[in-house]
């Protein structure tokens, strides 16, 4: 009696929530909602995990904190440091590395995240590309991840300046650099960032609520619209026996997406701590207090943004003198290359959709192979991409290899223009080379090594006629013309 009393209360308790809420709707329509199944779509999942072990972890980091430039004298547990001048900042890293119980695992564990977000973020996004997922109706969902890469780098910058070392000082005199050679407004958009004169007093202050408010409250309404879309326009899902463009063949999110996707976070929550436990990142300790007047030798920024620092460090340092302007080509050509690679990002879907006149919707998504076109500009992209990230070490690199670091910066140059056309052309032919192989297992079968002697003396191989599944995964696409035209 008291069960069924016990019961009758929690039915009101949920009758009532759901009278005002519309919870018992919602959940008969979207908690049974199918999702595919493929370890691709992972990668999605860990952007998101890795973005939420990176709010846990920054409040945290808030409490201990201190955004001020003002100048203290250090005395802490850290000796090397002990009665040098540094700024609150600084003085406050420190503190939380060394003296706060757990705050240097936190601190890396914060650091370690947003690496992973980054690189997360952006492997989710070649997957997009290279399977052609970002097609009608998806274009603004892919707007959205990419704005989401976007704030993520500049997060990141944000982020790694705060601590007001020597090498992340080194990387606000880079931003600082790039912003004079902005023609005739350049020094005026330095005065305004930095308050000043650079390095001036309130550049910390300034990031930190970027860092810590703005910009993460603008990703974390991008995750939640770019998550509600993925709902709305349903899971795109790879080729295969029984998937259509009009279903979706796959588990319900509740329970099994939900279980699975419940225990994929604590392992990535697992591992991210794991790192942060084993592998120190960003000692600021050993670079010491900023000062404008020092460089840090072998400066280097996070991987992610490499590539600008690489733009820099291998253009030629040209300057034009324009109506009494002098332009310092060096950093403004690289200054404008940088937002306009992302730009083209952004809107390739839009291209592409043009010069192909294709306006269909798809839900299925392309073998990379089968899309040789799309499949070599990714990898040429991502080798440009790799060989900037070079060019941003070039004196890491000649130091390792033991060469001249005009060798190397003369290797990157050149590189930026010949590698990603040879990746590009030999891209284009492995895909279609990979197409005439899957069209002679369609035609032939696998070898099976099995040689058979024919009655007139022949020997051949003996061939296993593909399944029905392999066949439909091979032949479930539109071939291209090129391909087409060479067979007889």
Not at 454 to 482: F, K, N
Request: proline share 5%; glycine share 10%; net charge positive.
């Amino acid at each position: 009696m008291r069960d069924a009393q016990k019961a009758g209360r929690g039915e009101r308790v949920a009758d009532w929530f759901d009278g005002r809420l519309g919870l018992h709707a919602f959940g008969k329509r979207y908690l049974r909602k199918v999702f595919p199944d493929h370890w691709s779509f992972l990668l999605g999942e860990i952007c998101l995990y890795s973005f939420v072990v990176l709010v846990l972890t920054g409040v945290y980091l808030t409490l201990f904190f201190h955004p001020s430039m003002n100048e203290v004298t250090y005395h802490g547990s850290y000796v090397p440091l002990n009665g040098i001048r540094m700024s609150d900042a600084y003085a406050s890293t420190l503190h939380l590395s060394f003296d706060v119980r757990g705050g240097l695992l936190i601190r890396q564990l914060h650091h370690w995240a947003a690496l992973v977000f980054v690189a997360a973020m952006l492997a989710h996004m070649m997957r997009h590309f290279f399977t052609g997922s970002f097609r009608r109706p998806r274009e603004l969902n892919w707007l959205f991840g990419w704005t989401l890469l976007f704030l993520g780098l500049f997060e990141g910058l944000l982020g790694y300046s705060l601590p007001d070392d020597l090498l992340s000082g080194t990387g606000l005199r880079f931003v600082d650099g790039a912003l004079l050679s902005v023609p005739v407004v350049g020094t005026y958009l330095s005065m305004w960032l930095f308050g000043g004169e650079y390095p001036g007093h309130d550049i910390v202050s300034r990031f930190y609520a970027l860092h810590v408010l703005l910009i993460p409250g603008v990703m974390a309404a991008l995750v939640v619209v770019h998550l509600l879309l993925v709902v709305f326009h349903k899971h795109t899902q790879v080729a295969g026996p029984g998937r259509t463009e009009r279903n979706v063949v796959g588990a319900p999110f509740m329970p099994v997406y939900l279980a699975k996707a419940g225990g994929f976070f604590f392992l990535v929550f697992g591992l991210l701590t794991v790192l942060a436990a084993v592998a120190s990142v960003n000692p600021v300790w050993l670079y010491g207090p900023y000062r404008a007047d020092q460089v840090s030798t072998g400066a280097q920024p996070d991987w992610y943004l490499g590539f600008a620092e690489g733009l820099v460090r291998v253009m030629p340092g040209w300057e034009v003198t324009v109506a009494g302007h002098t332009l310092v080509l060096g950093v403004l050509i690289p200054v404008v290359v940088f937002p306009l690679l992302l730009v083209l990002i952004g809107g390739y879907p839009f291209l592409e959709a043009w010069l192909t006149g294709d306006k269909r919707e798809h839900h299925l998504l392309d073998r990379p192979r089968n899309r040789p076109g799309r499949t070599a500009i990714g990898a040429a992209w991502i080798s440009l991409y790799l060989v900037l990230l070079a060019g941003g070490g070039n004196d890491i690199v000649a130091t390792r290899l033991h060469l001249s670091i005009n060798t190397v910066t003369w290797l990157v140059r050149v590189g930026v223009f010949v590698v990603p056309a040879v990746v590009a052309v030999a891209t284009r032919r492995i895909c279609l080379g990979l197409q005439l192989r899957d069209s002679e297992l369609v035609a032939h079968g696998r070898e099976t090594g099995v040689i058979r002697r024919l009655p007139h003396g022949e020997y051949v191989e003996v061939r296993r006629p593909l399944g029905q599944a392999e066949l439909h995964t091979l032949t479930a696409h539109r071939r291209q013309r090129e391909l087409a035209e060479r067979e007889p």
